[in-house]
């Protein structure tokens, strides 16, 4: 298997792009996810997958290949430099994988639905999505001011939630109407009522 060894390669460019750069997602309809543990996620959503990027020494470990082979994907070998390059992490994890966006779409009459509203720390939202994944939700709508949601942080906070959950970036018109119908709590910090007084099983 050939080597991709230099920095300037284009695809080493286009991975790195997308890491850094919001708009550049957008056009792509793709973003980038570092790690083991999201190759393991991958195999249950095939038609996401564009390409995994791995160095020899995570290539080495008979586990690794295993979670290559449940997988219906190409794999491109690079160098330690050239992925020391491009990821985001402190250190390495030796994989990384081009992703679609997600093609999860509402259920025709959702029952319960997640609005967030100026939520503009990464780590904070992907902790939501992840929690929100958990609970059962049917979808996230996103408000303007929200952090992008396939920013690396938020990606990494989801623990893989976000191939699972639709993610809707809205306006307050088009959330209106998305949730027509539906009773609507506010949760703010000075309300007198719990959570968990509320029956969310409406």
Not at 4 to 11: A, D, G, H
Not at 13 to 18: P, S
Not at 59 to 84: A, E, F, P
Request: hydrophobic content about 40%; charged content about 20%.
């Amino acid at each position: 298997m050939d080597q991709i060894t230099s920095t300037s390669n284009p695809n080493i460019k286009h991975v790195r792009r997308l890491l850094v750069d919001r708009r550049y997602r957008q056009k792509q309809q793709a973003y980038v996810v570092e790690g083991s543990r999201w190759l393991s996620e991958l195999k249950d959503y095939p038609s996401c997958q564009k390409q995994i990027l791995v160095t020899q020494s995570w290539l080495d470990s008979t586990d690794n290949q295993r979670i290559l082979n449940s997988l219906d994907r190409g794999v491109t070998l690079v160098s330690d430099k050239v992925m020391t390059h491009i990821s985001k992490a402190i250190t390495p994890p030796g994989v990384l994988a081009e992703l679609r966006f997600s093609e999860c779409s509402l259920p025709p009459t959702p029952t319960l639905l997640l609005i967030l509203d100026g939520i503009t720390n990464p780590g904070n939202l992907g902790s939501i999505i992840r929690s929100a994944s958990a609970a059962g939700v049917d979808g996230i709508l996103l408000a303007p001011g929200c952090v992008d949601v396939y920013n690396p942080k938020v990606v990494q906070g989801t623990m893989g939630a976000i191939l699972r959950l639709p993610l809707i970036t809205a306006s307050w018109q088009e959330i209106r109407r998305l949730t027509d119908g539906m009773e609507i709590w506010l949760a703010t910090m000075e309300a007198v009522l719990p959570y968990s007084d509320v029956k969310w099983q409406k």
